[in-house]
């Protein structure tokens, strides 16, 4: 029998619908909106793109959207002012500065800049920090939504085996340490995994993250294990995953499609983030 779709436009689409309730609450007894502040330096078409997608969001669930627009001859002191302004900005919950930017800028440094409190992104050495301590704080966007698809299927992450194909500091890493927080037994790939197809087919729950299409074959897959595909890639004018779809859902439990699976979470967990960052800065229970 086929795979279950795990259909996560929909899930995002309840979580959106969700967060429009509680963001009218937070503004009607707080007097303003959570916010959301958004950097893009240059211009970049797809950075473009995505950033317009953050701002949409927040317009559809009542959060105020900050959209800074920088040229691509913007100075790193440039880009560092417009942070740390934002920094002390108490209508800004949330900040965001889009990666990529252009050279000779560094990312990295621009985005360790924001505070702790309004890196809605989770990507602060901080929130690093305070995730791997298994303490409160804000988390990465994809790798929460990649917890909320999971706990859509029901499947029972504790004591189950999880092999997480890539080890990056975006989605790799953060993925890996909340799965440990759940208590699953978890297993992190990458370039130099001895035996990776076996590797893979022992997990209950895969996550494949590598960006190299169509990379996961029926057979690197336990039958009826979890499989979630955080990889997209453009195939002959087309958009696949890191799975090879049709055989593995043959073989799988669950799979999740692309489009239309992890890539809707990412921005409905962001807007998430903001109002949770929102309701810590004023001393709420987020």
């Known amino acids: 029998m086929a795979a279950t779709i795990i259909d996560g436009k929909a899930v995002a689409g309840r979580l959106r619908a969700e967060l429009a309730v509680e963001v009218a609450a937070f503004t009607g007894a707080h007097g303003r909106p959570p916010g959301l502040a958004t950097i893009l330096v240059g211009e970049d078409q797809a950075s473009a793109v995505y950033v317009g997608g953050k701002q949409r969001g927040c317009a559809e669930v009542g959060i105020r959207g900050f959209d800074h627009r920088l040229p691509a001859s913007a100075s790193q002191d440039e880009v560092a002012a417009l942070i740390e302004a934002l920094n002390a900005d108490p209508s800004v919950s949330g900040i965001i500065c889009q990666l990529p930017v252009p050279e000779p800028l560094d990312g990295v440094a621009l985005t360790g800049l924001v505070s702790p409190d309004k890196d809605v992104d989770g990507l602060t050495a901080a929130s690093a920090g305070l995730l791997a301590l298994g303490r409160p704080g804000l988390r990465p966007c994809t790798p929460e939504g990649v917890m909320l698809l999971l706990a859509e299927t029901g499947v029972t992450l504790g004591g189950a085996e999880a092999v997480v194909l890539g080890r990056s500091n975006l989605f790799g890493k953060p993925m890996a340490q909340l799965l440990l927080a759940a208590d ?103």
């Open 184 to 286: 699953a037994t978890v297993t992190v790939c990458h370039s130099r995994t001895v035996g990776l197809p076996t590797v893979c087919a022992r997990a209950d729950v895969l996550i494949a993250a590598v960006g190299r299409a169509r990379m996961v074959e029926a057979d690197w897959v336990k039958p009826g294990a979890v499989v979630i595909d955080v990889g997209i890639n453009r195939v002959d004018d087309a958009l696949c995953g890191d799975v090879d779809f049709d055989p593995v859902r043959e073989v799988a439990g669950a799979i999740t499609p692309v489009p239309g699976g992890v890539g809707p979470m990412t921005i409905a967990c962001l807007l998430r983030n903001t109002l949770k960052a929102a309701r810590l800065a004023v001393g709420e229970d987020a």
